[in-house]
């Protein structure tokens, strides 16, 4: 395929992603957006040259110039749309979290392998210089095996730009699936790792999310390590790291540098790039017929995990995650 065509259906902030990284791209061209809000659409189309403009989602999906689409929309809604564009033969990137139950991605990957079209998963820290260098270190035995990892996020959240965030019919889970979504994916792909067992705890202590704010995952993965994610809305002292404990040495990994004992990896931050990467992996798998990075399958692990931890919550208990 010389040309993709690529239809963006929600015109929300993570547009603003994907849309410019398309223009950049040879062999890429958007050729259709839509949103419910037909002027928020209109004003994507006018900002990126975009010739066609719907409000309705099976609208774009029925035009033929498009070959594959960018699931932009709220979370509940990614299930619905993305099998719906897999029976229309387009391809599928979906922005994370790739659903909000482990039953939804699974109707997702099913659509996907019946229609033979390529579904890949919006994990953008997987194309971040400072994690794809120190996945390789990992894997070249840099720390070692390792044994434990250490992931935090904390920050001061106040209001959201958008208003389905702070409804968890919508959302999933503010914490767990619009932020964990990018954390235990994080944990799971650094380490190669898949979720065996998994308890989670969660407390509200803002009320204005509707839902948790603070959360605890503890998890151990199969072949041995362990890991922990904890996640706050409601600290001013702000925190983003993962620190990865092998057997010969430990590193700390942040959005800019992994950090050893006695010396300093720089992998600058360059938002624009990863999201180019994203973008383009995407495209490559569509030409060359291959699973992307972060494809469906590859992503059930991150859901599967999330699925053991909103179950533990629920029920108090820890999870078997292998088991679902």
């Known amino acids: ?15 603003g992603g994907h849309l410019p990284a398309y223009r950049e791209l040879e062999g890429i061209e958007t050729v259709a ?6 002027q928020a659409a209109r004003g994507r189309a006018e900002e990126f ?35 719906a564009a897999a029976e229309a033969g387009k391809h599928v990137l979906t922005e994370k979290p790739m659903a909000t139950s482990l039953g939804e991605t699974d109707d997702m ?8 079209v390529v579904l890949m998963v919006g994990q953008i820290l997987r194309f971040r210089p400072a994690n794809i260098k120190a996945r390789e270190l990992i894997r070249d035995g840099a720390i070692g095996e390792v044994r434990n990892i250490l992931r935090r996020r904390l920050g001061k959240s106040g209001e959201f730009r958008s208003k389905w965030a702070r409804k968890p019919e919508e959302a999933g889970g503010w914490v767990l699936y619009g932020f964990g979504a990018h954390e235990v994916d994080m ?22 999310w509707n839902d948790y704010d603070e959360i605890t995952v503890q998890m151990s993965l199969v072949d041995g390590p362990i890991a922990t994610y904890q996640h706050s809305l409601n600290t001013p002292f702000g925190a983003w790291e993962c620190m990865v404990i092998g057997t010969e040495d430990a ?15 720089e992998a600058p931050l360059d938002s624009p790039a990863s999201w180019r990467a994203q973008v383009g992996e995407f495209a ?6 291959d699973e992307p990075e972060a494809s469906g399958w590859n992503v059930r692990k991150t859901m599967a995990a999330l699925e053991a931890a909103k179950l533990s919550i629920r029920d108090g208990v820890a999870i078997d995650a292998s088991a679902l």
């Open 284 to 289: 490559r798998a569509i030409r060359e017929g």
């Open 187 to 208: 944990i799971l792909w650094l380490s190669d790792g898949e979720a065996e067992t998994v308890y989670a705890q969660a407390r509200v202590n803002n009320q204005y």
């Open 1 to 15: 395929m010389d040309q993709i065509g690529i239809g963006a259906i929600g015109c929300g902030g993570i547009a």
């Open 33 to 38: 957006v839509c949103d419910i809000d037909e």
């Open 251 to 265: 590193m700390l990994v942040d959005s800019g540098q992994i950090r050893f004992a006695d010396y300093v990896v």
């Open 109 to 116: 990957i099913a659509a996907a392998e019946a229609a033979g």
């Open 49 to 83: 040259d975009v010739p066609a403009v719907y409000s309705d989602w099976r609208e774009l999906l029925a035009d033929e110039r498009v070959d594959a689409v960018s699931v932009l929309l709220p979370h509940h809604l990614h299930r619905d749309v993305a099998v």
